[in-house]
């Protein structure tokens, strides 16, 4: 592999490798047909290209309302009791001009387990892609109830933007399956198929046991890039605590402040003339700690899902690049084994031909 | 000071920015002093504080600090003077507690402006306890330039002559006030206290000013409790948006286009961060002032107290007169209704002689007469401490309403001042967010 120096910003600058050209992850070409006959991109560098941050994206919005054909929602919420257990289906709403689908608007009821499966069934078939990170599962240490109105909410909206992502990727938003998720009424048949959890979980696995071999050697740009995923991925680790901090901090502040305000009413009662500005001053208090309890739920509410949101996606980049990783390891061992058995192959036939007569 | 307009909802404060001078002079003196006599003559101030080393009285080496007193002619006086110069001596905080003692002693019917307190109360975590501490020593300096503008500016307080020699004799003056012999003239505390039970008939409006320097008291001592906390929280706040600015900056170094933006957010996280210590510096003089009123409860109380006492002397007087009088028509008409010792004996061993009753008599009209005057003289005790005092009462309370309400307009605008600096920091850090 060539030693490349490769800048940060990977943006249009491809991998020197003399590889076969079967394996096209690592090929020179940037993109191939895939089984959809659809372009695909395959290497990493172009793909950073492609996933773009969400600022550029609120300016490219405008260009896109033009041609967004596939547009979806999440809302609704609302409670579905069986005999077995109680969950939360999601309306999901589609509203769409591609000819891939039969009907321009589409309306479905799922539930998170759906949508799990949706992702995973994504992943398996674009593994080189970065598919956007779900909600995480109900955490018990959270101490949220599950049916509370402010967890529902936070997970609806993640869902919401899950899919809006999704379906403005370019690959992904043409899976079979993402058609699939936002059409049929009833997904229990579809989620039957295919490989699904298990081999996901073989993934892990192999992924572990390479990661404690070590590889070879790593091409430049991924090592660049694996750097920047580890401390990307530490970065926003450490925003998401020091925000969670924050808002305990001011939570006990604000416990303070709800007695502050208070003492100067007391006092207010003994005075004559200073009982006025006493008690201006105690619900000047009192708006301060409303004010204050706004701001810690804004916090909560939309700082903290947002960096969380990122925390899975250095995730899911990490997914990645460890899945990329197995692979070459994979490719290497293949390798060694071939050039061993050819080694063997040529060692068996020189034996031969010095042992039999030569025709 | 900016006075509010007296609209009923929102006091209309004008400029309420402080220039650097303004905050400075937060943690000056913010004393209107009144014009005496003495003020007109001279102009009070401490200056400045040391620490020395010395012998304590079980000849221990000991720290401790001493505070500049200084005095200098005021611009009437120099015209026609050129020997006038600024005069200084230094006075430890236990001379001052004397001077008090000597100013409470002396003029009990009159509300003795409070010392700075001995030990730092009411702290919240990140403020030192500690006597010897800078800030501390500080706020102490500016607290006792205060209590000397304070009696300075009492009309009767300012002309007494031992107060004079506190702030001009550094040497003799102690001796000058342990000569006074104020020590003998202080109340036990006994008999202060048991006068306080023990009154017939308080006088309404004292109990009534006692009941509301109580209330005054607990009033202010939970809002400095409950102040304190609420600054320990509010720092902690403060303090872990500067975790952001570290964040921010490592971040900044494994980024390309998001690297200026974030490094910038970064250092006006860290501006935010440390802007809490001034904050809370400032707090503190608003603190002090509330604990000047604290401390003036008790001063208020000494009033009532010694009223108390006055008051329970005349009716002691007044009871022991009566007693005597009573005794006297006995002796005269013969009866024994109160028992005496003289009268036990007089059944045991015979009548007295009438040679005997007569001396007996003078001896009690005497004692009558010398009761009566002994009324007399409580009474106007009574009624002149009453007047004074209610006086001096009169005047604490308009004194008390204006700096409490002073203290609390700069309370505000202090508060506004910070929350502006919050608005221009967090302005600065989106500004550095929607550059990047």
Not at chain 1, 274 to 284: I, M, Q, R, T
Not at chain 1, 331 to 357: G, I, W
Not at chain 2, 395 to 414: T, V
Request: a negative charge.
């Amino acid at each position: 592999m060539s030693g490349h120096t490769v800048p940060a910003d990977f943006s249009g600058h491809m991998l020197d490798l003399d590889e076969d050209e079967d394996l096209e992850v690592f090929s020179k070409k940037t993109s191939t047909l895939d089984g959809d006959g659809n372009l695909v991109p395959n290497s990493p560098s172009s793909l950073v290209n492609q996933y773009r941050l969400d600022e550029e994206e609120e300016e490219e919005e405008e260009q896109h309302a033009n041609t967004i054909d596939l547009f979806i929602t999440v809302d609704n919420p609302e409670s579905h009791v069986t005999a077995i257990e109680t969950f939360i289906m999601y309306r999901v709403l589609t509203k769409t001009t591609r000819s891939e689908f039969d009907c321009s608007e589409y309306e479905v009821r799922r539930r998170y387990q759906d949508f799990l499966w949706l992702r995973s069934r994504l992943e398996e078939n674009h593994p080189t892609l970065i598919v956007h990170p779900l909600p995480e599962k109900f955490v018990m240490k959270s101490m949220v109830e599950r049916f509370n109105d402010d967890f529902i909410e936070t997970r609806r909206n993640a869902l919401d933007r899950f899919l809006k992502k999704i379906s403005e990727h370019p690959v992904l938003s043409f899976s079979e399956h993402l058609q699939v998720f936002l059409t049929e009424p009833e997904l229990t048949s579809y989620k039957k198929q295919g490989p699904g959890f298990l081999s996901r979980m073989g993934d892990t696995v192999r992924g572990l046991a390479n990661s404690v071999r070590g590889l070879k050697s790593r091409p430049d740009e991924f090592t660049h890039m694996q750097e920047y995923v580890e401390d990307f991925s530490n970065k926003i680790c450490s925003l998401d605590k020091v925000t969670q901090r924050i808002i305990r901090e001011q939570k006990e502040y604000l416990d303070e402040l709800k007695q502050y305000g208070p003492t100067y009413t007391q006092w207010a009662g003994s005075e004559g003339d200073l009982a006025e500005p006493l008690k201006g001053v105690a619900s000047c208090v009192e708006h301060c700690g409303k004010e204050t309890e706004e701001q810690t739920q804004h916090l909560s509410e939309v700082l903290v899902p947002v960096l969380h949101e990122y925390v899975l996606c250095a995730e899911t980049l990490r997914g990645v690049m460890r899945r990329r990783d197995n692979l070459q390891a994979e490719f290497e061992a293949k390798n060694e084994a071939l050039v061993s058995r050819k080694t063997d192959q040529e060692s068996t036939l020189t034996l031969m031909s010095l042992y039999s007569p030569s025709a | 000071m900016m006075a509010d307009s007296g609209s009923s909802e929102v006091a209309v404060i004008g400029n309420t920015d402080l220039t650097s001078s303004e905050s400075e002079n937060n943690t000056m003196n913010t004393m209107v002093e009144k014009e005496t006599a003495l003020l007109r003559r001279i102009e009070i101030s401490v200056p400045e504080a040391e620490k020395r080393t010395g012998k304590n009285t079980v000849n221990m080496q000991e720290i401790y600090t001493v505070y500049l007193i200084e005095t200098r002619p005021t611009e009437t006086v120099i015209e026609g003077d050129t020997s006038a110069a600024p005069d200084s001596l230094w006075r430890r905080y236990s001379e001052f507690e004397l001077l008090r003692m000597y100013l409470l002693v002396t003029y009990p019917y009159i509300v003795i402006p409070p010392l700075p307190e001995k030990r730092a109360e009411f702290v919240w975590h990140k403020l030192s306890a500690d006597n010897l501490d800078p800030d501390f020593v500080e706020r102490r300096r500016v607290g006792l330039e205060n209590f000397l503008l304070r009696v300075a500016s009492h009309h009767i307080l300012a002309d007494d002559e031992i107060f004079f020699r506190f702030l001009t004799e550094e040497k003799r003056w102690k001796e000058e006030v342990l000569v006074t012999g104020f020590q003998d003239k202080a109340d036990s505390r006994l008999k202060s206290l048991s006068a306080m039970f023990r009154v017939k008939n308080p006088d309404k409006q004292f109990t009534e000013l006692k009941h509301y320097s109580e209330e005054l008291n607990t009033a202010i001592s939970q809002l400095l409790r409950v102040r304190a906390r609420v600054a320990d929280r509010l720092y902690g706040v403060y303090k872990v948006h500067g975790n952001y600015g570290r964040v921010f900056s490592e971040w900044s170094a494994i980024e390309n286009e998001m690297g200026d933006g974030l490094q910038s957010a970064g250092h006006h996280m860290d501006t935010y961060a440390a802007s809490i210590d001034d904050i809370l510096e400032e707090e503190e003089h608003y603190a002090d002032q509330l604990k000047e009123y604290l401390f003036y409860t008790d001063a208020v109380r000494s009033v009532c107290r010694k009223h108390e006492l006055i008051q329970y002397e005349l009716e002691m007087a007044v009871q022991d007169l009566a007693n005597k009088k009573q005794q006297k028509e006995e002796l005269t008409s013969g009866t024994v209704r109160i028992f005496s010792l003289k009268g036990m004996t007089s059944k045991l061993f015979g009548q007295e002689s009438q040679e005997q009753r007569e001396s007996r008599l003078a001896a009690l009209q005497q004692s009558i007469e010398d009761g009566e005057d002994a009324v007399m003289e409580k009474n106007k005790e009574c009624r002149v401490f009453l007047q004074t005092a209610w006086k001096d009462i009169e005047r604490f309370k308009e004194q008390k309403d204006k700096d409490l309400r002073d203290a609390l307009i700069s309370y505000a605008i202090m508060q506004i001042s910070m929350c502006k600096k919050g608005i221009q920091v967090w302005s600065n850090a989106k500004e550095c967010f929607n550059k990047m």
